[in-house]
Nanobody, 126 residues
Framework: QVQLVESGGGSVQPGGSLRLSCSGS????????MAWFRQVPGKGREVVAR????????YYADSVKGRFTISQDNAKNMWYLQMNSLQPEDTAMYYC???????????????????WGQGTQVTVSS
């Protein structure tokens, strides 16, 4: 059974940093796209960053480019989202997600992702 568990959320002041972690079990990281989404109340899930299982290729939403970094540690079955220069508009529930990679780029659409974590809240305020 595939299971994803996020951790690392919390409250931080504008300009601060957080690192989210996603621990996965029950599947092979090397064959799955990995992504971080976020969602605020009343809106759909927005892809923040996604990563191919090979080649260390990453994609970012324009709103977080240069501030957020997605990374993985296959040996530990973990992937991460380092978030720097956080702003109030980054406040959201953050989810890690994965789906089987079939080549090409990893989809940015939430409906295409098969596996989801339970979410971790990130709040940025002064």
């Amino acid at each position: 059974q595939v299971q994803l568990v996020e951790s690392g959320g919390g409250s931080v002041q504008p300009g601060g940093s957080l690192r989210l972690s996603c621990s996965g079990s029950g599947y092979r990281y090397s064959s799955n796209c990995m992504a971080w989404f976020r969602q605020v109340p009343g809106k759909g899930r927005e892809v923040v960053a996604r990563m191919l299982p090979v080649g260390d290729i990453q994609y970012y939403a324009d709103s977080v480019k240069g501030r957020f970094t997605i990374s993985q540690d296959n040996a530990k079955n973990m992937w991460y989202l380092q978030m720097n220069s956080l702003q109030p508009e980054d406040t959201a529930m953050y989810y890690c997600a994965a789906h089987r990679w079939s080549g090409g780029t990893c989809t940015p659409f939430a409906n295409d992702y098969t596996y989801w974590g339970q979410g971790t809240q990130v709040t940025v305020s002064s």
